[in-house]
C-alpha cells in the first residue's frame, strides 16, 4: 500500500480549499467596486460590509466548499466505480453471453444457437494465440464482422471511431461461390460413380466440404464409393444444420497402389437437397473448379512415381480423371495414402485486414498500415494492419503476467478462411460463440445455452453474472460508503458553521442596522442587504466547491479507484460526475446556509435597545 496514494485525496481537497482563502479578497474587491457603481441601497451595503470584513466571512465559506467538494468526490468515486464494474463486465464477456467451445461445435452449432429464444444473434468466434519476442503471447481473434457490431461490447473510447465502422472495414467484399443448399436441409444425397482403369478393387472415401452463412467451412464424411464404374448414392445427413450452407469441395481419400499407377474417373451424376419435411431440391454444382493431389503415410515423392494432377474432362455431368500414382518396392506393411481435392473456383482471396491494439504494435515492433504474418487457424497468415485500438474485449492477461501480453489482433472470420483455403487448404474452426441478446434477457438466454445437453454450464460466460459478482466486492464499495458518510458529515458542519457565522455577523452589527433604522432604511431593504451578503457567500462557495470537487475527482479518482486485486480496472477508469445527482448535491448543500439567510433576514431586532447600547458604550 502507498501511503502517498492514500494520503493524496485529503491532501488534496485540503490544499485546494485552503486556496480558496486567495479568492476572498478579488472578489471582495469586485463586490465593492460593483456596489459603488450602483443605486441601491441592499446592493451597496452588502459589498461594502463583504469587503471590509473578509475575513470573517472565510471560515463559513471553508466549510461550505469542502463540503461541496468532498460530495464531489463522493458523487464521482460512486458513479465512476459503479460504472466501471459495467466497464469491466463487458470487457471480460465481449457479448452478453459467450458460449466457450466444448468440443461439440459443428456445421449448424451458428444457427443453433441463433436459433434459441430471445436470442437476436450469434456470431461464431476463432481464438488463438501468437508468439512475440520476450517471451510475449498476443491474442488472435478471427469473427464473423459481418455480424458482430451489434454484439460486441466495447466501450466508444477505446477506438477512434464507431465500432460498426471499425468492423466495416475488415469484412471481405466478395461474395461466396458455390452449389447453394436451402435452409431446413436434412440431408444431402450425391450420386456418384468412380471408374478404375484395373477394374474395381478400390474404394475412396468421399469427404463434403460444406460452408456456412458465416463462412466457415466444415468437412463431412459423406461414405465409400467403390471403384465399379456403377452409380452409388451417397447420404450425408447435416444433423442439427438449420440454415443455408455452400457446397465448395469435394475429397476423395484412397490407398495409394503398389508397382502399378491407377487412372480414375469420378463422375457426379446427381446432387439433391433433402429438406426436413421430405421435400427434394435437385442442386447445381458450379462448372468451374481447382483440383489438387497429394500423398500420404509412406509415399515416397519422385515424378515418376507421383500421382497425376486431376483435371475437369466434363461439366454436365461434371467429371474429373486422375492418376493415382504408386508405391514402389511395397511390401504389405507398407501403406500410403492418395488424396484428390477439388475446390469450387473463386476469385483469388482478397488481402486480409486486421485491427491491432497499441499493446501488440508495440511487443511486434509494427505500425499501421504495415504487413506481418499472424498465427489463425494454426498457420502463419499474412495480414495487413489497418486501424489500431486501445484495447479489444476478452482480450489481455492477469495483472501477474501483464509483462506477457503482447496485445491482440482482430481478424475477420470468413477472410482469413479463404486465405488459409488458398494457401493451405486448412480452416479455422469457431471455439466460441457471442450471442447478442435484448436487454434484461441475458439471464434466460444463459439458462437455456446451459441447459443444452453438450454444452458445460461452466462454459457459458454471462456480462450480467461478471457485473453482479464485481459489485459484491467490498474492496470497492467501501470507499464509496467512506466518501459518502465523509460528505453528509462535512455537509453538516457547514451548515452549522455558516449559521453561527451568520449569526455572530448579525450579532456584532445590530448596532449598524439600528442607526440605518433610525435614519430612515426600511426594514425591508435591510433585509435584502442581509441575504444578499449571505446569498453571494453561499454562491461563491459552491462554484469554488464544485470547481475543486470536478479537479480532484478527475485527479485522484483514477488514482485510488482499483480491483479487487489492487490492479488498475481494464479498461480504465472514466471519471462520471452525473448532473442530476450534482445539481441534488447543490441543492442539499446550499439549503441550509439559505434557510439560515432567510430567517436572518426576517429576523426582528429591537433598534431602541442596539442603540441604547451604542450610546452606553
Do not use: C
Not at 270 to 290: F, I, N, Q, V
Not at 396 to 411: K, Y
Amino acid at each position: 500500500m502507498d501511503p502517498l496514494l492514500v494520503a493524496a485525496p485529503a491532501l488534496a481537497l485540503l490544499a485546494g480549499t485552503v486556496l480558496t482563502l486567495r479568492l476572498l479578497p478579488p472578489v471582495a474587491r469586485l463586490a465593492e467596486r460593483w456596489a459603488a457603481a450602483g443605486r441601491g441601497l441592499p446592493a451597496a451595503l452588502a459589498g461594502w460590509q463583504f469587503s471590509r470584513r473578509t475575513a470573517r466571512a472565510a471560515g463559513p465559506v471553508l466549510l461550505l466548499v469542502l463540503a461541496v467538494a468532498l460530495g464531489m468526490l463522493a458523487i464521482g468515486q460512486g458513479a465512476s466505480w459503479n460504472h466501471s464494474q459495467d466497464d469491466q463486465a463487458d470487457f471480460r464477456a465481449g457479448a452478453p453471453v459467450r458460449v466457450l467451445d466444448a468440443g461439440q461445435g459443428g456445421l449448424g452449432r451458428t444457427e443453433a444457437y441463433a436459433a434459441l429464444p430471445r436470442v437476436r444473434g450469434a456470431v461464431p468466434v476463432a481464438r488463438g494465440e501468437q508468439g512475440l519476442s520476450g517471451d510475449r503471447t498476443a491474442t488472435v481473434l478471427a469473427l464473423d464482422t459481418a455480424h458482430a457490431a451489434n454484439a460486441l461490447l466495447m466501450r466508444p473510447d477505446l477506438a477512434d471511431e464507431p465500432v460498426p465502422k471499425l468492423l466495416a472495414g475488415l469484412t471481405p467484399e466478395d461474395s461466396p461461390v458455390g452449389a447453394r443448399v436451402p435452409p431446413h436441409t436434412a440431408r444431402l444425397r450425391l450420386t456418384a460413380n468412380l471408374r478404375s482403369s484395373t477394374g474395381p478393387g478400390t474404394t475412396a472415401e468421399v469427404t463434403v466440404r460444406l460452408e456456412d452463412a458465416a463462412g466457415v467451412p466444415y468437412s463431412l464424411p459423406a461414405g465409400l464409393l467403390p471403384a465399379d464404374g456403377r452409380p452409388h448414392t451417397l447420404v450425408l445427413g447435416l444433423g442439427s444444420a438449420d440454415g443455408p450452407a455452400l457446397l465448395t469441395g469435394l475429397r476423395l481419400d484412397m490407398p495409394q497402389p503398389a508397382e502399378r499407377a491407377e487412372r480414375h474417373r469420378f463422375t457426379v451424376r446427381d446432387l439433391t437437397a433433402e429438406g426436413t419435411d421430405g421435400t427434394r431440391h435437385p442442386l447445381t454444382l458450379p462448372a468451374s473448379w481447382t483440383t489438387a493431389v497429394e500423398t500420404g503415410g509412406a509415399a515416397v515423392p519422385s515424378p515418376r512415381t507421383d500421382p497425376a494432377r486431376p483435371r475437369t474432362v466434363s461439366t454436365r455431368p461434371l467429371a474429373f480423371s486422375y492418376g493415382t500414382g504408386y508405391l514402389p518396392d511395397a511390401d504389405m506393411w507398407t501403406v500410403a495414402s492418395v488424396s484428390v481435392r477439388l475446390q469450387v473456383a473463386r476469385p483469388a482471396p482478397p488481402e486480409v485486414r486486421a485491427v491491432a491494439t497499441d499493446r501488440f504494435l508495440t511487443s511486434a515492433g509494427a505500425r499501421t498500415g504495415q504487413r506481418l504474418d499472424v498465427t489463425v487457424g494454426g498457420e502463419s497468415l499474412p495480414v495487413r494492419i489497418v486501424r489500431s485500438v486501445r484495447a479489444l474485449p476478452t482480450t489481455g492477461t492477469p495483472a501477474a503476467s501483464a509483462e506477457h501480453d503482447g496485445g491482440a489482433v482482430l481478424v475477420d472470420l470468413r477472410a482469413a478462411n479463404r486465405a488459409l483455403q488458398a494457401r493451405y487448404g486448412e480452416n479455422a474452426t469457431p471455439n466460441e460463440w457471442w450471442l447478442r441478446t435484448a436487454p434484461g434477457d441475458a439471464a434466460r438466454v444463459a439458462a437455456s445455452v446451459r441447459a443444452l445437453p453438450d454444452v458445460d454450464p461452466e462454459q457459458v460466460v454471462v456480462r450480467d453474472e461478471i457485473a453482479a459478482e464485481l459489485r459484491e466486492d467490498p474492496f470497492g464499495a467501501g470507499p464509496t460508503a467512506a466518501f459518502t458518510a465523509a460528505a453528509v458529515v462535512a455537509a453538516a458542519l457547514a451548515a452549522v458553521g455558516f449559521a453561527v457565522g451568520a449569526a455572530g455577523s448579525l450579532r456584532a452589527r445590530e448596532a449598524d442596522f439600528a442607526v440605518l433604522r433610525a435614519l430612515g432604511a426600511p426594514r425591508r431593504r435591510l433585509a435584502r442587504t442581509v441575504a444578499a451578503e449571505l446569498a453571494v457567500l453561499v454562491g461563491l462557495s459552491l462554484v469554488v466547491g464544485a470547481a475543486l470537487g470536478t479537479v480532484l475527482a478527475r485527479g485522484v479518482l483514477p488514482l485510488i479507484v482499483l480491483t479487487g486485486e489492487a490492479t488498475r480496472p481494464v479498461p480504465g477508469l472514466l471519471v462520471l460526475l452525473p448532473p442530476g445527482q450534482v445539481a441534488l448535491l447543490l441543492a442539499g448543500v446550499a439549503a441550509a446556509p439559505l434557510a439560515v439567510a432567510v430567517m436572518t433576514a426576517l429576523r426582528r431586532a429591537d433598534p431602541a435597545r442596539a442603540l441604547r447600547e451604542q450610546g452606553g458604550e
